[in-house]
């Protein structure tokens, strides 16, 4: 814990980024419940604007479903060409301060300001300072969260959000935690959450209460990783050089795919796109991974481990092929991916994979 507490790591998190790039863009839609991706027929929604969120939409909501929580919901489509111009603008201001700086997606970051190009103490007025900047050079609002690992800075930048930030002092680290609904922890899902409930776990404080013997009963490996996690100790280093463990591409269908004569023809594209992807990184890999999503929005992967390394579009295209006929469709189909993972290299970059929307 005496490393953890010489560190202080900020996290900087956009506010509803991609829907406040397409109001900054376009004034006519400020102050609006604006859904980026999808659409009222079809689609999942990318991401949604605060004025949305009032009404209960959410990302990786279905267009129709969002339209029916806010009637007056207005749709645009995605433009990542434009949300990657305006994150390297942001990343540069980051870049200012420390180099320490690990992504997480376009619209947030670690970085790791305990010895700054600044010489400033103050973690705090470091995350004030690069909002401030932010703001005023770019056009938006970010939040942020400042504490000794990179696990509990995330939690805090999501405390007073929009446009907000929170700072947990290393004395305040495991009573902040213990107050805290188990859902609310970075790495607890909702099925993860929904077990630990009935097992009556619902705050940091029962988590806490929870030996490493009972929580590796209930929780297999992940077991210790709650016990440390809820107590504050994390040894994650801030990576500025991320290592990409998997490259995926993926499509969602304006209409559902009843045939695999017609899934054979879209795959053919996806694995076009991931070959693409992979070379433009110089990347190959082993391990095949079918991704299918249903009209019930169910989700079932197929995988297949090959003995050699590919990146050509031919392979990933058969491979996949080989996968999709592997077993009967359940449903029809609305979204098909495939992924790339036990790759050959070590990359120096994130490889930052968008999914694309048809309408």
């Keep these: ?26 004034p006519e839609l400020k102050g609006k419940p604006l859904a980026v991706g999808g659409n009222e027929l079809r689609g999942v929604v990318s991401a949604a604007s605060y004025e949305a969120r009032k009404f209960g939409v959410r990302s990786a909501m279905s ?20 949300y990657k111009e305006i994150s390297k603008k942001i990343r540069a201001i980051f870049k200012d301060y420390t180099d320490l700086v690990e992504p997480l997606s376009l619209d947030e970051a670690y970085l790791d300001v305990t010895v700054n190009k600044k010489g400033n103490p103050s973690a705090t007025l ?5 909002r401030k900047r932010i703001y005023e050079e770019v056009g938006l609002t970010a939040s ?44 607890i899902g909702k099925v993860t959450a929904e077990k630990m409930y009935q097992l009556g776990i619902y705050t940091g404080s029962d988590l806490k209460a929870k030996s490493i013997e009972y929580l590796d009963e209930h929780f297999g490996k992940s077991g210790r990783h709650y016990y440390y996690l809820v107590r504050g100790i994390s040894n994650s280093a801030v990576k500025p050089n991320r290592t990409a ?7 969602t269908f304006y209409t559902n795919l009843t045939s695999e004569i017609f899934m054979e023809e879209k795959l053919e594209r996806i694995a076009e796109e991931l070959s693409r992807r992979l070379q433009k990184h110089k990347i190959s890999g082993k391990t095949v991974t079918l991704k299918i999503k ?17 990146s050509d579009k031919g392979l990933l295209f058969e491979n996949a092929k080989e996968l999709l006929y592997q ?10 991916g495939i992924s790339l993972s036990n ?13 694309r929307f048809e309408f």
């Design 1 to 26: 814990m005496e490393e953890n507490q010489t560190r202080k790591i900020i996290h900087v998190d956009m506010d509803a980024f991609y829907a406040s790039v397409e109001q900054m863009d376009n």
């Design 63 to 82: 267009g129709v479903q969002a339209k029916r929580l806010c009637p007056g919901l207005i749709f645009v489509r995605p433009r990542f060409a434009r």
């Design 126 to 130: 470091i995350a004030q300072e690069i």
């Design 144 to 187: 942020a969260g400042i504490s000794v690992n990179k696990f509990v800075a995330k939690i805090a930048s999501d405390y007073n959000k929009p446009n907000g930030q929170k700072t947990i002092n290393p004395e305040e680290v495991e009573s902040f935690l213990e107050g805290l609904d188990v859902k609310k922890f970075f790495g």
């Design 245 to 251: 463990k998997s490259v995926a591409a993926e499509h």
């Design 294 to 310: 249903y009209s019930d929005f169910t989700q079932q992967t197929r995988s297949k481990t090959l003995p050699y390394f590919i």
């Design 327 to 336: 077993e009967k469709m359940k449903d029809s189909v609305r979204l098909l």
């Design 343 to 355: 790759l050959n290299t070590e990359i120096k970059k994130t490889v930052v994979v968008q999914l």
